[in-house]
T-cell receptor, first 116, second 113 residues
Framework: GENVEQHPSTLSVQEGDSAVIKCTYSDSASNYFPWYKQELGKRPQLIIDIRSNVGEKKDQRIAVTLNKTAKHFSLHITETQPEDSAVYFCAASRGILTGGGNKLTFGTGTQLKVEL | SQTIHQWPATLVQPVGSPLSLECTVEGTSNPNLYWYRQAAGRGLQLLFYSVGIGQISSEVPQNLSASRPQDRQFILSSKKLLLSDSGFYLC????????????FGEGSRLTVL
């Protein structure tokens, strides 16, 4: 099955700096890679995703890059703000047509703290 | 619009007691349904998923079971809880095959004493 590793487990940055979180996956058939943000006491919510037919995707201060050859993908947050403080999860899945059963396998999470 | 609800929100149970967590989805049909557990280390571990009524796939051997008696209802159960079953349980749904966002319920915090 799929195995997703995520680093670092904790990350502290100064407000305004950039933050980068990295993930690797094991299943070469995975083709969908979302990122979720979980604020304290709340449910995880999707912030950005990327499919295997593109290498990069941006949404305002957030960007995700994908290297299919190396089987790794990264989340980049620029101009960090205190409200970016949360736990971030990467995930990977493959579709039903590739025998994946539509499962989403998550990384272990990164606690991001943006300090004033 | 689609909504997902799970309950109870918090639960304190003695070791050896039974468990039933319920999840329902509204505003959609034939969703894919999931149960995740989030332990103290923050990771989201997939426990069960279902692509249709009565179809349950288990991801890890454990003391828990799941059932899907109706299209939009997903239940997580245990006959006898263990201390290690403590955690934050999240129900989630997703539409279609690899089409995108997974929507989570509010979560159920289970403490086994």
């Amino acid at each position: 099955g799929e195995n997703v590793e995520q680093h670092p487990s904790t990350l502290s940055v100064q407000e305004g700096d950039s933050a980068v979180i990295k993930c690797t996956y094991s299943d070469s058939a995975s083709n969908y890679f979302p990122w979720y943000k979980q604020e304290l006491g709340k449910r995880p919510q999707l912030i950005i995703d990327i499919r295997s037919n593109v290498g990069e995707k941006k949404d305002q201060r957030i960007a995700v890059t994908l290297n299919k050859t190396a089987k790794h993908f990264s989340l980049h947050i620029t101009e960090t703000q205190p409200e970016d403080s949360a736990v971030y999860f990467c995930a990977a899945s493959r579709g039903i047509l590739t025998g994946g059963g539509n499962k989403l396998t998550f990384g272990t999470g990164t606690q991001l703290k943006v300090e004033l | 619009s689609q909504t997902i609800h799970q309950w109870p929100a918090t639960l304190v149970q003695p070791v050896g007691s039974p468990l039933s967590l319920e999840c329902t989805v509204e505003g959609t049909s034939n969703p894919n349904l999931y149960w995740y557990r989030q332990a103290a280390g923050r990771g989201l571990q997939l426990l069960f998923y279902s692509v249709g009524i009565g179809q349950i796939s288990s991801e890890v051997p454990q003391n828990l079971s799941a059932s899907r008696p109706q299209d939009r209802q997903f239940i997580l159960s245990s006959k006898k809880l263990l201390l290690s079953d403590s955690g934050f349980y999240l129900c989630a749904w997703r539409q279609g095959a690899n089409t995108g966002e997974l929507f989570f319920g509010e979560g159920s915090r289970l403490t086994v004493l």
